[in-house]
């Protein structure tokens, strides 16, 4: 047995006593490329990591519903009812297993009470995911456990509904997508408009690379803001250029667009634009030569959005920055921006001076001590036992 799986386990029978029906497991992600490309119906690049959630589950057969996880900031049990589940019900982490409860019974499904006991190792509020762990490894459990039998497909749509009707969060498929699909080794291209997906080798440690995830710990308070006012300026980019999406601009288009709008608006739509043509780029790379060859995407990828997008910030840019400089051969900030993390890729040999290099220029700058991870391809969610 894993030692995840008892760790898991232990922590059941401590909390409710006896053997729980099974263990399930979902991982964090990472996105390697393609930013606020979703929602102009673009490309993204993401793939699932080494760092998971597992649920062990039993059923009840009251209807109840009872939460335990293993986090320290979040004990204590939280107790719902399967029936007439709704979101006001749900607070704290309970909104994750509840919304995806809420989301199959809105399917159909017939779900039953259960007792479940929560152990991560994906740290929270990170970038990396962990809501969306908790939400597909509870998905696929349910999955398995009632007669659902929703395909790949479903479940990813299944944990959206959870996540924009119950959650209350306006998220896309980028997260679950990687989630539910991910394979070792492999990093998952979905096309954000027609939500097909394909796994694209991504062996970095093959290539003598490991991936760097840079912690910035900070989430600048203009966030939503700045989210809200780039999904309008992306709407009227589109608008004025008369297509249904910024996914339907080229790259040769761009020099036309220049003078058909103002001049902000110009560079958020050459963001969008230029991004998902690096995503094309980058999945045709890691295809014909590996990820050696993709460096120069992500750096591009930041100094797009740190010029043309502007949400970048002084923590992101540090992180980006004092890593390339130590050896990294290529860095970008990952997820929304005005905070959150980076990834760099790094050769193993270089890991500990970029490591150092990255803590020193925080402390310099006066900046909060980053958290750093390395991560590694890994398969999607599971049964484990
Ligand atoms: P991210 O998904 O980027 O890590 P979110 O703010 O979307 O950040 O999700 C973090 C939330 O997920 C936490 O506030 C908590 O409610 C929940 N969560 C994540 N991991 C755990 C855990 N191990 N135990 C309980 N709740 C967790
Ligand atoms: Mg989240």
Same mark, same amino acid.
């Given at each position: 047995?894993?030692?995840?799986?008892?760790?898991?386990?232990?922590?059941?029978?401590?909390?409710?006593?006896?053997?729980?029906?099974?263990?399930?497991?979902?991982?964090?992600?990472?996105?390697?490329?393609?930013?606020?490309?979703?929602?102009?119906?673009?490309?993204?690049?993401?793939?699932?990591?080494?760092?998971?959630?597992?649920?062990?589950?039993?059923?009840?057969?009251?209807?109840?519903?009872?939460?335990?996880?293993?986090?320290?900031?979040?004990?204590?049990?939280?107790?719902?009812?399967?029936?007439?589940?709704?979101?006001?019900?749900?607070?704290?982490?309970?909104?994750?297993?509840?919304?995806?409860?809420?989301?199959?019974?809105?399917?159909?499904?017939?779900?039953?009470?259960?007792?479940?006991?929560?152990?991560?190792?994906?740290?929270?509020?990170?970038?990396?995911?962990?809501?969306?762990?908790?939400?597909?490894?509870?998905?696929?459990?349910?999955?398995?456990?009632?007669?659902?039998?929703?395909?790949?497909?479903?479940?990813?749509?299944? #944990?959206? !509904?959870?996540?924009?009707?119950? /959650?209350?969060?306006?998220?896309?498929?980028? *997260?679950?997508? %990687?989630? &539910? =699909?991910?394979?070792?080794?492999?990093?998952?291209?979905?096309?954000?408009?027609?939500?097909?997906?394909?796994?694209?080798?991504?062996?970095?440690?093959?290539?003598?690379?490991?991936?760097l995830?840079i912690d910035t710990?900070?989430?600048?308070?203009?966030?939503?803001?700045?989210?809200?006012?780039?999904?309008?300026?992306?709407?009227?980019?589109?608008?004025?250029?008369?297509?249904?999406?910024?996914?339907?601009?080229?790259?040769?288009?761009?020099?036309?667009?220049?003078?058909?709008?103002?001049?902000? #608006?110009? !560079?958020?739509?050459?963001?969008? /634009?230029?991004?998902?043509?690096?995503?094309? *780029?980058?999945? %045709?790379? &890691? =295809?014909?030569?590996?990820?050696?060859?993709?460096?120069?995407?992500?750096d591009?990828?930041h100094?797009?959005?740190?010029?043309?997008?502007?949400?970048s910030?002084d923590e992101l840019d540090t992180a980006v920055e004092a890593s390339r400089a130590a050896g990294a051969i290529g860095a970008r900030m990952?997820?929304?921006?005005?905070?959150?993390s980076a990834v760099a890729?790094v050769?193993?040999?270089e890991e500990d001076r970029v490591r150092s290099a990255v803590l020193a220029a925080f402390a310099e700058r006066?900046f909060?001590s980053p958290?750093l991870?390395?991560?590694?391809?890994?398969?999607?969610?599971?049964?484990?036992?």
């Amino acid at each position: 047995m894993s030692q995840g799986v008892e760790r898991v386990t232990a922590a059941f029978r401590d909390a409710f006593g006896g053997e729980a029906d099974g263990v399930w497991t979902a991982p964090g992600r990472v996105n390697l490329i393609g930013e606020h490309t979703d929602y102009n119906e673009g490309f993204v690049l993401p793939f699932a990591i080494d760092l998971a959630a597992r649920v062990a589950l039993r059923v009840r057969d009251d209807g109840a519903m009872r939460l335990v996880s293993t986090a320290e900031a979040e004990s204590g049990t939280s107790q719902l009812s399967v029936q007439g589940l709704r979101p006001e019900h749900a607070s704290g982490w309970s909104v994750y297993p509840a919304g995806v409860v809420w989301a199959f019974k809105e399917r159909g499904i017939d779900v039953p009470g259960f007792d479940l006991v929560l152990d991560s190792d994906v740290p929270l509020g990170a970038g990396l995911s962990s809501s969306h762990a908790i939400e597909c490894a509870v998905a696929t459990a349910l999955n398995d456990l009632t007669a659902a039998r929703l395909d790949a497909q479903q479940l990813v749509l299944a #944990t959206q !509904r959870a996540e924009n009707a119950f /959650v209350g969060a306006p998220t896309g498929i980028m *997260d679950q997508s %990687a989630s &539910l =699909r991910g394979r070792s080794g492999h990093a998952v291209f979905l096309d954000c408009r027609d939500q097909s997906a394909e796994l694209v080798p991504f062996d970095a440690a093959s290539a003598g690379l490991v991936t760097l995830v840079i912690d910035t710990r900070v989430a600048h308070s203009h966030a939503d803001g700045g989210y809200a006012s780039r999904r309008e300026a992306c709407e009227l980019g589109a608008e004025v250029l008369g297509v249904k999406a910024l996914r339907d601009v080229s790259v040769e288009e761009l020099d036309e667009a220049r003078g058909l709008m103002d001049e902000m #608006t110009f !560079r958020r739509v050459r963001h969008v /634009v230029t991004e998902d043509q690096r995503v094309l *780029d980058t999945v %045709a790379a &890691l =295809r014909e030569s590996g990820p050696g060859a993709i460096a120069s995407f992500l750096d591009a990828s930041h100094a797009s959005m740190r010029d043309d997008f502007e949400i970048s910030c002084d923590e992101l840019d540090t992180a980006v920055e004092a890593s390339r400089a130590a050896g990294a051969i290529g860095a970008r900030m990952t997820g929304g921006g005005f905070g959150g993390s980076a990834v760099a890729l790094v050769p193993l040999a270089e890991e500990d001076r970029v490591r150092s290099a990255v803590l020193a220029a925080f402390a310099e700058r006066g900046f909060r001590s980053p958290r750093l991870f390395t991560v590694t391809p890994a398969d999607g969610a599971r049964r484990l036992a």
